[in-house]
C-alpha cells in the first residue's frame, strides 16, 4: 500500500479565500508526477519547480508514481501559492518530515529552483479564509510577513527557503515569528489645505457636502480654476477606515500586488485618479487569466477622480453606472465570476468645451461641439451624480481682495459630526453614510412632511427630474441637515440639494 498524506493551502476567487486540501499518495505505479484537479499552466508547472527545490534543499526525490490532488477538485486552481504546500505534503507523505506538525497550518508561497520562497500575491485574504477554517497557524514567504501579521488569531511564521520550513516540520529548527502588525498611524504626508484653494465657494460647499454625505460629485469649469485641487482635498475631510473597511482595502491591495511593505493596514480613505487613457480593464478590473482588481476597486471606501472625463470613451464611463448602483464589481470569466468590492465616491472634473478658454466668452467651439463634448457624459451617467457644481475663473489674487476659506481641520470637524449623526440613524439598518440608503428605505422608514417634499413633487410633474434624481437629491438634503445639525431636512434644504442638483454641466 502506497503513502498518503495531506496538507492544506488557499486558493482565491476575486478577494474570496477557499481553503484547498492537497493529497498527496506515493506509490502505486510507474515513477512520474500527476497532478490533477483543474490546475492552471502556472500551477501544472510546479511539478517541476517542487522537484527541483526539493534536491536543491538537501531531500531525496521519491522515484515513484506520485499524485498530488487538489481539492475541492471543481475548483479551477491558479498561480503559482501551492508550490511550498506540494513540496511538504509530497515529503510528509516520503516520510521525511511528521505529519502531524503540518496538522492545521496552511502554506503558502512560490518555489525557485534552488529552493528559495517567493512572495505572493493575496497573502492576506488568503489567510483570512485559513483562520474562519479553523487552521491555527500559517507558512508564509518571509517577505509577506508582515501582510500575514495583520490576520488576528493565527499564529503567522515566515520563512526564506524551503529547507527552513522542511527543518522546521522535523521538529530541528524554528521559524521567523510575525512581529505586531503594522498600522498607519496617519498619512504619511499632511493632506493638501483645503484653504489653498482660491474662491470657489459654491464649489467648496459642495465638497464638504459630498464628504459628509458619500454623495458623487461633477465640477465643470476651465482649467486653472481648481477642480483637481479640490478633488486632491477631499481625502483630508473624510473619516478614516475602520479596521474592518481596511482590512477589505489591504485585501484587495494584496490581491492586486500594491500592498506597501512597512505599514500595509492604512486607515486612510484611498484617492485614485487613473489617467483617460486608462483601459476599461484597468479602470473595472480584468486582465487575462485570473481578472485582477481595478481602479474602481482600489478606490473601495475612498474616492475615485476621473479628471477630463468627457475624453473617457463613453462605454468606459458608462460601465460605472453598475458599480456606482450596487458597490462591487462582477467580471465574468469562463471559469465563473469574479466578484470585487467598489463602494466609492465618483468625482468628475470637465472643462466646459474642447477649446477650453480661461473665460467663456472667448470659446471659439460652434455649439454642436460643445454640445458632442459633454455629450460623453451619459444621461444615466449624470442621474447617478448627486452634486453638479461649476466652476468660474478667479478675478483676485491679492489678499485683500480673497476672502479666506475655512481650513481643511474646519471643514472636516464639520464633515466628522455630519457623519456621526448619519452613523447614529442608519448603523442600525447597515448603512454608514446618507448615500447608501435606498430611496424606498428612506422614503418608508423617515417620510417628510408634504410641504418639504413639494419642490421635489413640482420637478418630478414636470418630467425635469427622474424618480432615482428625486431619491439623490433627498439623500443630500438629509446630508445638509445632518451639516446643519437640524435632525431633519426642512423645506429648505430640499431646495438646496435641487440647486446642487440643477447646476449647468455646460
Given amino acids: 500500500m502506497g503513502a498518503l498524506a495531506r496538507v492544506w493551502s488557499v486558493a482565491l476567487n476575486g478577494v474570496d479565500g477557499i481553503p484547498v486540501e492537497i493529497e498527496v499518495a506515493i506509490g ?3 515513477p512520474g508526477v500527476h497532478l ?5 499552466a502556472a500551477l501544472q ?9 526539493v534536491v536543491h534543499s538537501g531531500r531525496n526525490w521519491p522515484n515513484e508514481r506520485i499524485v498530488l490532488a487538489l481539492s475541492p477538485a471543481t475548483l479551477r486552481k491558479t498561480g503559482s501559492r501551492f508550490d511550498l504546500a506540494l513540496a511538504c505534503g509530497l515529503l510528509a507523505a516520503a516520510g521525511a518530515i511528521d505529519r502531524e506538525r503540518l496538522r492545521g497550518t496552511a502554506l503558502l508561497g512560490e518555489l525557485a529552483l534552488d529552493g528559495r520562497l517567493r512572495p505572493v500575491r493575496g497573502v492576506l485574504p488568503c489567510l483570512l479564509a485559513a483562520r474562519a477554517a479553523g487552521m491555527a497557524r500559517a507558512v508564509v514567504p518571509r517577505a509577506v510577513l508582515a501582510e500575514a501579521a495583520l490576520v488576528d488569531g493565527l499564529e503567522a511564521l515566515g520563512a526564506d527557503t524551503l529547507g527552513e520550513v522542511l527543518d522546521w516540520a522535523a521538529g530541528n529548527g524554528l521559524l521567523h515569528a510575525a512581529g505586531a502588525a503594522a498600522v498607519a498611524a496617519g498619512p504619511a504626508v499632511a493632506p493638501p489645505e483645503l484653504a489653498d484653494v482660491i474662491g470657489q465657494a459654491d464649489a467648496r460647499h459642495a465638497l464638504e457636502i459630498a464628504a459628509a454625505g458619500g454623495h458623487h460629485l461633477l465640477m465643470v469649469g476651465p482649467p486653472g480654476t481648481g477642480k483637481t485641487m479640490l478633488a486632491q482635498r477631499i481625502v483630508g475631510l473624510l473619516p478614516e477606515l475602520d479596521r474592518g473597511a481596511a482590512l477589505q482595502l489591504a485585501a484587495i491591495r494584496s490581491v492586486a500586488g500594491r500592498l506597501g511593505d ?10 485614485v485618479a487613473p489617467h483617460h487613457s486608462a483601459s476599461a480593464a484597468a479602470l473595472l478590473g480584468g486582465g487575462s487569466g485570473v481578472a ?4 474602481v476597486s482600489l478606490a473601495h471606501r475612498g474616492v475615485l477622480f476621473l479628471d477630463e472625463c468627457p475624453h473617457w470613451p463613453a462605454t468606459v464611463l458608462d460601465a460605472l453606472r453598475t458599480p456606482l448602483e450596487e458597490g462591487e464589481v462582477r467580471l465574468a470569466r469562463a471559469d465563473g465570476t469574479v466578484h470585487y468590492p467598489a463602494r466609492f465616491q465618483l468625482v468628475l472634473a470637465a472643462n466646459p468645451c474642447p477649446c477650453a478658454p480661461p473665460i467663456d466668452r472667448d470659446c471659439q467651439c460652434r455649439a454642436d461641439v460643445r454640445r458632442r463634448y459633454l455629450a460623453r457624459l451619459s444621461g444615466p451617467l449624470l442621474d447617478r451624480v448627486d452634486l453638479r457644481v461649476p466652476m468660474y475663473p478667479v478675478t483676485a489674487l491679492s489678499v485683500e481682495d480673497v476672502e479666506p476659506g475655512a481650513t481643511t481641520a474646519t471643514v472636516r470637524a464639520r464633515v466628522l459630526a455630519a457623519r456621526a449623526a448619519a452613523t447614529e440613524r442608519w448603523s442600525g439598518h447597515g448603512w454608514r453614510c446618507n448615500a447608501e440608503v435606498p430611496g424606498t428605505e428612506l422614503r418608508a422608514r423617515f417620510p417628510l412632511p408634504a410641504d418639504v417634499l413639494r419642490p421635489l413633487e413640482k420637478r418630478l410633474e414636470a418630467g425635469e427630474l427622474s424618480a432615482r434624481g428625486a431619491d439623490r437629491a433627498l439623500r443630500v438634503a438629509w446630508t445638509l441637515a445632518d451639516l446643519a445639525g437640524t435632525g431633519r431636512p426642512d423645506r429648505a434644504a430640499v431646495e438646496a440639494a435641487l440647486y446642487f442638483r440643477d447646476r449647468s454641466a455646460g
Fill in 28 to 30: 502505486g505505479g510507474m
Fill in 45 to 53: 508547472e510546479a511539478k517541476d519547480r517542487v522537484r527541483s527545490a
Fill in 262 to 271: 512597512g505599514a500595509p493596514l492604512s486607515t486612510l480613505a484611498p484617492f
Fill in 292 to 295: 485582477r482588481p481595478g481602479a
Fill in 36 to 40: 490533477v484537479g483543474l490546475p492552471d
